[in-house]
């Protein structure tokens, strides 16, 4: 299958991008900046810089070939920076995707091949919960611009699949951490790599806002690559579903913490502020997706997770005694 991975130089975007060209397809991934060369994607990715925002430098991205799948990543994620600049949040979640929509409509025009889209979206569309763990029927009732954000793609994407020009399937994801073939998350706003960056040696705090007992769950990278690989078969024509992907195991922040530092051996010396305006626990219910399309997390209990997190960061480990 020609495949075009948008934001593929993200910490999941590029888990996909790889995966699928193990897998044999055809990957083109889209990049806003040339890609750092550390993140060692496999030679037969091609990268194509553009940005979302660029409606004529990503029409030209699409049309240069007719893609019969496209896995949509590229967007902003960050929950509490999403507060501080709404509008440029809603530029690319909402804005970058009728985009990246409008460009493959006129490629499908062309081509007449409908695509398959497959899209980052985020527990986040569901805010605080009444219920868990949280199924796809939940009420969506975000929380924060990011879900809002999220939750509008998700729309257009359904109603642009309701006119016949894509199949398209919405992926709903609760946290992501691990390592794809030694390459992790640099993102240090992050609660795991921060976690294992202070363990390592970084000489910063870390800040825990709340108590610890705030409940998440996590989901390895390379499970949640193996996700959109099976989404991409999934997708109808005409048709839009969404599946939420997690463990369905949900831990506290202090448990996260614990574990760090019995995987690496460090301490991580935390600074404790009020508690953030996020939902106190947060679980998934990710039945749909394990029936409908046999996913499985084999990879994503807290250990092995934390564990591939400490061995992509080799560069923060403490040389042995």
Not at 29 to 56: N, W, Y
Not at 155 to 164: D, E, F, L, R
Not at 288 to 315: E, G, H
Request: charged content about 20%; overall charge neutral.
């Amino acid at each position: 299958m020609r495949i075009l991975v948008t934001g593929a130089a993200g910490f999941v975007g590029r888990a996909v991008a790889e995966h699928l060209a193990t897998a044999g397809h055809q990957v083109t991934g889209v990049f806003h900046e040339r890609p750092p060369l550390e993140r060692g994607l496999p030679s037969t990715v091609v990268h194509k810089k553009a940005d979302v925002l660029d409606a004529g430098g990503l029409r030209s991205v699409v049309l240069g070939e007719a893609f019969e799948g496209v896995c949509h990543l590229a967007g902003l994620t960050n929950v509490r920076v999403s507060f501080r600049d709404p509008l440029r949040y809603f530029a690319v979640n909402v804005q970058g995707t009728v985009n990246l929509l409008a460009a493959l409509a006129e490629a499908s025009r062309t081509s007449g091949i409908v695509p398959r889209l497959v899209f980052a979206s985020t527990a986040a569309v569901y805010g605080d919960p009444t219920s868990l763990p949280v199924g796809e029927d939940h009420p969506t009732r975000p929380t924060s611009p990011y879900g809002a954000s999220k939750l509008a793609a998700d729309a257009v994407i359904g109603y642009q699949a309701g006119t016949g020009a894509i199949g398209a399937v919405s992926l709903r994801c609760f946290n992501v951490a691990g390592a794809v073939a030694g390459v992790g998350d640099h993102d240090l706003r992050r609660l795991i790599p921060k976690a294992v960056a202070v363990s390592g040696g970084l000489p910063e705090d870390f800040v825990l806002n709340g108590d610890g007992s705030a409940v998440r769950e996590f989901v390895h990278v390379a499970d949640l690559a193996d996700a959109y690989a099976l989404a991409l078969v999934a997708a109808v024509p005409g048709e839009h579903r969404v599946f939420n992907v997690g463990s369905g195991t949900g831990v506290s922040i202090a448990e996260v913490l614990r574990t760090v530092e019995q995987v690496t051996g460090g301490r991580v010396p935390v600074v404790q502020r009020p508690p953030a305006r996020e939902p106190h626990e947060l679980v998934a219910d990710s039945a749909r997706i394990r029936i409908q399309l046999d996913w499985k997390s084999d990879r994503s209990d807290l250990t092995t997770i934390v564990a591939d997190a400490w061995q992509a960061a080799p560069r923060l480990r403490r040389p042995s005694a």
